[in-house]
């Protein structure tokens, strides 16, 4: 499973996995804002599932009170350490090409947090997460977070010529499904019921990262 949104997205998620039959073993988060993890400690309690995030993330995720302190830019006071923004902490591992299942790949696109990764399917699904924010997103929020513009642009710059069969990124939609991804076995018809994005070809994850940089 690829993030896990909140405790409440997770619960339903986990409801449809099990309503399958299927176990879930491990919990990759792309990176540690609690839009993304919120959920991962209620998974790991209920599944014993192992749970891996990108680089120091991991360390965020784990020790939670970290997520304010990056957003802030220092520490905080109770008022401003919410659930919204400090979610339960959960033991974490650093993700390594290792701890991931065959035909599953990530890229480290750090800048929108501290560290963040990108996970790519064998038939080329990439989840961008917020590596990539949408044109209709920054129209509509004007300001998104960036933990370094630097890398953040480094990662738009190194998004543009890949290549995908399909993208998910984050929309205005999805914000209120939460943000979670999995990939689960085709329909008889061929398509995939569960998946909680809307899809975007790799020209639009081109041009996407292209608008997403001229904008930062």
């Known amino acids: 499973m690829i993030d896990a949104g909140s405790r409440d997205i997770a619960a339903g998620v986990l409801e449809q996995v099990r309503s399958h039959g299927w176990e879930l073993k491990k919990l990759f988060l ?40 990056t957003l802030y830019g220092g520490s905080t006071t109770p008022e401003m350490c919410s659930r919204l923004l400090t979610p339960p902490p959960c033991a974490c591992s650093e993700l390594s090409g290792d701890a991931l299942p065959p035909g599953l790949d990530f890229e480290r696109l750090d800048g929108h947090d501290m560290a963040q990764a990108a996970f790519r399917t064998r038939d080329g699904v990439w989840f961008t997460a917020d590596a990539v924010v949408s044109a209709a997103d920054l129209q509509k929020h004007r300001i998104s977070f960036v933990y370094s513009q630097e890398q953040h642009r480094e990662s738009l710059a190194r998004l543009r010529p890949f290549s995908a069969s399909t993208a998910v990124t984050p929309q205005a939609k999805a914000t209120m499904q939460g943000w979670v991804y999995w990939v689960c076995p085709k329909t008889p018809s061929g398509s995939s019921k569960q998946t909680r994005c809307r899809s975007k070809s790799s020209t639009a994850l081109s041009n996407a990262a292209r608008k997403a940089g001229d904008a930062s």
Request: glycine share 8%; proline share 5%.
């Open 30 to 69: 792309t990176h540690s804002h609690a839009d993304h993890v919120a959920g991962a400690a209620f998974l790991r309690e209920q599944t014993g599932c192992e749970v891996c995030a990108p680089g120091v993330s991991a360390a965020a995720v784990e020790h939670s009170f970290l997520i304010p302190v």
